[in-house]
Nanobody
């Protein structure tokens, strides 16, 4: 089992940057594909980015491709999301989670579990 704590959110202007962190406890962090998801008010939780256990493969939603970068440090048991060129539509609570099931799609929220409490990102126009 993995326990997660997200941090790094805040209020930023359009075009600004933030770096989110997800600190994991538990010995199995390095064995999981890890994902970032976000949920805006009144909307479903949606996929943002994912990274395989070694960091050699990354996956992005089309809406963030070229602006966000996911990375991980398996020594520090930490997942990161560098967010650049932020837009108001990026406003949401951001969550990290390990991929604990394999349904066939790394993009599916149903494949992930052990969600953290989330960190709020607000982008002002």
């Amino acid at each position: 089992q993995v326990q997660l704590v997200e941090s790094g959110g805040g209020l930023v202007q359009t075009g600004g940057s933030l770096r989110l962190s997800c600190a994991a406890s538990g010995r199995s962090f390095s064995s999981y594909t890890m994902g970032w998801f976000r949920q805006a008010p009144g909307k479903e939780r949606e996929f943002v980015a994912a990274i395989n256990w070694s960091g050699s493969s990354t996956y992005y939603a089309d809406s963030v491709k070229g602006r966000f970068t996911i990375s991980r440090d398996n020594v520090k048991n930490t997942l990161y999301l560098q967010m650049n060129s932020l837009k108001p539509e990026d406003t949401a609570v951001y969550y990290c989670a390990p991929r604990t099931r394999v349904s066939g799609s790394v993009y599916s929220v149903m494949d992930y579990d052990y969600w953290g409490q989330g960190t709020q990102v607000t982008v002002s126009s």
